[in-house]
Nanobody, 128 residues
Framework: QVQLLESGGGSVQPGGSLKLSCEAS??????????MAWFRQTPGSEREGVAG???????DYAPSVQGRFTISRDNTKHTLYLQMNDLKPEDTAMYFC????????????????????WGQGTQVTVSS
């Protein structure tokens, strides 16, 4: 069965950096042809889109992380990354990796309902 496994979360002070990884235990075809994204969620809040990246590597970002986060993908390793810089307390959340439900489809508005494969999440905590 295909799995998406996130890693790289942890605790960091404001202004610090973390790099998240999401490895897909799947074939190159399963990963390469799909738009991938990162979402985050805090207790009591709705899941929100953070960043997404198309098969072409064109990237989309939520306004709150634009200029601070960078999403990338390594198709040979079937892995998605999220480099997070200048972290703020409001970035504290569980971060999830997800795959779009249709191949070659964009999801620049980062709507959770448009994704059908999800990882179990990795916790990011930003505090003094």
């Amino acid at each position: 069965q295909v799995q998406l496994l996130e890693s790289g979360g942890g605790s960091v002070q404001p202004g610090g950096s973390l790099k998240l990884s999401c490895e897909a235990s799947a074939s190159a075809h399963w990963f390469i042809n799909y738009y991938m994204a990162w979402f985050r969620q805090t207790p009591g809040s709705e899941r929100e889109g953070v960043a997404g990246i198309a098969p072409s590597s064109i990237a989309d970002y939520a306004p709150s992380v634009q200029g601070r986060f960078t999403i990338s993908r390594d198709n040979t390793k079937h892995t998605l990354y999220l480099q997070m810089n200048d972290l703020k307390p409001e970035d504290t959340a569980m971060y999830f990796c997800a795959r779009r439900d249709r191949p070659y489809a964009s999801a620049e508005d980062l709507t959770p309902a448009e994704f059908n494969y999800w990882g179990q999440g990795t916790q990011v905590t930003v505090s003094s």
